[in-house]
């Protein structure tokens, strides 16, 4: 090699050197702004929201967690006055028991956390992880160490988390927009859905877990929430909610999933509501569903009066416990 | 492993790192191993097929070489095309056979007494047959001498590179590299290095973005309103160009670092003013294979008009066959090959009406863009839809009109309005200046620098995180 050629090279490995050390400068210094952005702006993404919001506020009553079928099946004003205490629902679309377990915790974090917890859950969630769908809280991994513990759960995820950039991944133009926009407000939480399921529409099987269903990370997850609960005197109750299915019964695996989840909870200490296609098969039909997996705002304020007597069944004392100061 | 993993930053960085440490001789070792092992990371056992394809055509390639007898070329020319034809048709197209069959027979009131296999697609098999095909097919043509080597045409077709997804290599480029040495040259590097960045930057901030709004329309056909439907038609038609684009360029990019060069896929296909300029400018690969190997054979367009059209429309449904063992996708490349006709067969007339109205160019020209992008996009609603019930709910929805406003989900619209005029931009650059890359090259090292930061910065943040498969691996 000419000395010529060795200096060109030379410099070309400084030039790559030099453009690393500064692509680790500009991701620290974005990410700093980023997070600057997050404290003085309400995030628009619902998730987030929740999440930044929940260790902050005061609850009076029953906080309900899970995915779109909690969003939208659990109407806090039919619950409330049946019950006698507040309800927000935190329920957010696409998340699942990962998310359900960092926003649960950040929700007991708080300085007066809620009388007890409803965990909306699905069959699948316990054999389907959903830690991608949960990175929307990445950027809190560097304020929360349970976010960044359970997000950072394989070497791919942690090295993910070691930028301080793409952890506000997808995040970019939502909380610009916070920024310049007013963020609406959420009210109690619960979303309806208008509209009918055709009555003739074929619902296929949904795939949910094989032979061996319980994913013991995930039902690990669970178990930490209902210690976590446990530990600061606030209840907890699992429920699926119906489906519609247009064939009988429901497929042996998903059964089996739902004996061992419901196995895991009960050891818990928290209670099991069986509200599901298999109990409510008769009381939801078609005319109560947006889609397969939804009920519609009619479906689902028959629900959440049928979920706020079996719950007043199970804890008649709840009204009490949700007025403490 | 997917190009658009962390997995594949790393198994590529290794795989470079010590490609450039070894000896020449050493490389196509190393590269074979590699390329097997990338493969097998979506299944083993289908490792399988491409040993067989390797070694049928290996041989036939051989012996096809050694006999001047025009019978036992054709015979042996016969046994490459049925063992390829016969994989494919085996794992692809069986299943779709057998239930047309039965679907056929049931009507006269019988059942097919095929079954039907439960066998999954293996990733990539539509490419590397193809790939190999045009090695004993040239052979036989006489425009290529057999490769020796055994190790080296192994590596030819399973360069992993381009093995799942193209871009469909011919021998008589890719060959003659294998044997040459590959020095380490720092601009081939970087060059290639900014290419797959590009490519991925297509793949995970434009299509895996707009993605989520087209399955929530195509995968929701019945709960939306028309003007969703003619959007999420629009946005799979960029969607679907940043996917294949994007994996290619990350292809040609692998490559060129290797110090490999592949062929061109695509070359900005929705600027093209016709559909036969389209076609020579998307997935241009498959576009020469299916003219070089089966146009041409069929007579191109050396009998006469009927026949140039019938042989349009055979190449073009086959092509559409090629990708999927579905009704979809033989409508989809029949469509394609009566657009083909058509625009040929009306080409004159058109020209005369410009001419007589003497319509400025430039407006001839966008119209015609307009005109091509729209008839592609008719075309991408029967390649999206699940089913032909589907695609023709979506057009029937857009052609009944009124165009409502489309359902809003802002954050994937927001990511899109900001990254697809980024994309437009840098083509034009590309149409005007050749390469944007030489254009970039040209400018001071700080606007270099911050370009390519903004890219990297733009894939961090706007980037779908765990995204999907490249849509065309399942062909």
């Known amino acids: ?325 | 492993m997917i190009f658009n993993s962390l997995d594949y930053l790393i198994f590529f960085t290794l795989v470079a790192s010590v490609h450039f440490l070894l000896p020449t001789g050493g490389r196509w070792p190393l590269l074979l191993v590699a390329s097997y092992g990338f493969y097998m990371a979506w299944n083993p056992a289908y490792l399988f097929l491409i040993l067989c394809s390797t070694a049928v055509d290996f041989l036939l390639g051989q012996r096809m070489a050694e006999v001047d007898e025009p019978v036992r070329r054709r015979l042996l020319l016969f046994g490459s095309l049925a063992a390829n034809f016969g994989l494919l048709f085996t794992f692809k197209y069986w299943n779709f056979a057998q239930a047309n069959l039965d679907r056929l027979l049931t009507t006269l009131g019988t059942h097919s007494p095929i079954p039907p296999i439960d066998v999954l697609l293996p990733v990539g098999i539509s490419f590397y047959t193809f790939q190999t095909l045009s090695y004993t097919i040239d052979i036989y043509r006489g425009v290529l001498r057999p490769e020796p080597h055994l190790g080296r045409f192994a590596l030819y077709v399973a360069f992993f590179p381009q093995l799942v997804a193209g871009p469909i290599e011919r021998a008589r480029n890719l060959l003659p590299q294998l044997r040459e040495e590959a020095s380490f040259d720092w601009e081939r590097i970087e060059s290639g290095v900014q290419l797959m960045l590009w490519g991925l930057f297509k793949k995970v901030v434009i299509a895996d973005r707009v993605a989520i709004y087209v399955d929530a329309v195509y995968g929701n056909v019945g709960q939306h309103n028309p003007g969703s439907y003619l959007l999420a038609t629009y946005l799979f038609a960029v969607q679907i160009y940043c996917d294949f684009s994007g994996y290619s360029d990350i292809a040609i990019g692998s490559a060129k670092v290797l110090g490999y060069d592949l062929m061109k896929n695509f070359e900005r296909p929705y600027f093209s003013k016709s559909m036969t300029e389209f076609w020579r400018r998307w997935h241009i690969s498959l576009s020469t294979w299916l003219r070089d190997y089966l146009y041409i054979t069929l007579g191109g367009n050396r009998y006469g008009l009927s026949k140039t059209y019938r042989n349009l429309l055979i190449t073009m449904v086959l092509g559409g066959l090629w990708h999927g063992a579905s009704w979809n996708f033989v409508i989809w490349g029949a469509l394609h090959g009566v657009l083909l006709g058509l625009s040929r067969a009306t080409l004159p007339a058109r020209d005369q009406i410009y001419a007589r109205f003497s319509v400025p160019t430039f407006v001839r020209d966008a119209w015609r863009m307009i005109a091509t992008f729209h008839l592609a996009c008719l075309g991408w609603i029967f390649f999206r839809a699940d089913t032909l019930e589907t695609a023709w709910m979506i057009l029937s929805g857009i052609l009944s009109g009124p165009l409502s406003a489309p359902f809003r989900d802002t954050t994937t619209l927001a990511h899109a309005l900001l990254a697809i005029p980024l994309m437009l931009l840098v083509h034009v650059i590309q149409e005007r200046a050749g390469s944007a890359r030489a254009w970039l090259a040209d400018r001071p090292v700080a606007i270099r620098w911050a370009c390519w930061y903004a890219m990297i910065v733009a894939i961090a943040l706007m980037g779908v995180d765990g995204g999907a498969q490249f849509i065309y691996f399942q062909f």
């Open chain 1, 1 to 325: 090699m000419s000395d010529a050629v060795g200096v060109r090279l030379r410099s070309r490995w400084l030039g790559l050197v030099v453009f690393v050390l500064g692509l680790v400068l500009i991701d620290r210094l974005l990410g700093f702004g980023l997070e600057r952005v997050l404290d003085a702006s309400t995030p628009r993404a619902r998730a987030l929201r929740l999440a930044v919001e929940a260790p902050e506020r005061n609850y009076d009553g029953i906080v309900v967690l899970g995915s779109s079928r909690a969003t939208h099946h659990f109407e806090p004003s039919e619950i409330a006055p049946r019950l006698g205490v507040e309800v927000v629902n935190f329920g957010v679309d696409g998340q699942g028991l990962v998310f359900t377990r960092l926003l649960g915790a950040r929700v007991l974090r708080a300085a007066r956390p809620p009388a007890a917890i409803v965990v909306q859950f699905d069959p699948g969630d316990f054999c389907k992880p959903t830690f991608d769908r949960a990175f929307v809280l990445a950027p809190l991994a560097g304020r929360d160490d349970l976010v960044r513990k359970t997000l950072g759960h394989d070497w791919r995820s942690r090295i993910k988390l070691t930028s301080s950039l793409y952890r506000f991944n997808s995040l970019g133009p939502s909380l610009a927009l916070s920024t310049v926009l007013p963020t609406p407000d959420m009210g109690d939480g619960f979303v309806p859905l208008r509209g009918r399921i055709d009555p003739d529409a074929v619902v296929p099987p949904r795939d949910v877990c094989g032979a061996d269903p319980l994913d013991p990370t995930l039902a690990a997850l669970l178990v930490e929430l209902l210690a976590e609960a446990d530990a600061v005197g606030v209840r907890v109750a699992v429920t699926l909610g119906p489906r519609l299915r247009d064939f009988d019964g429901i497929p042996e695996a998903e059964r089996r999933a739902i004996t061992e989840a419901r196995l895991v909870v009960e050891r818990g200490g928290a209670v099991w509501l069986p509200l599901d296609e298999s109990t409510e098969a008769g009381r939801f039909g078609p005319a109560y569903y947006r889609d397969a997996s939804h009920l519609n705002e009619e479906g689902a304020r028959r629900f959440s009066r049928l979920f706020a007597s079996e719950l007043a069944v199970r804890w008649p004392d709840l009204g009490r416990l949700g007025s403490r100061e």
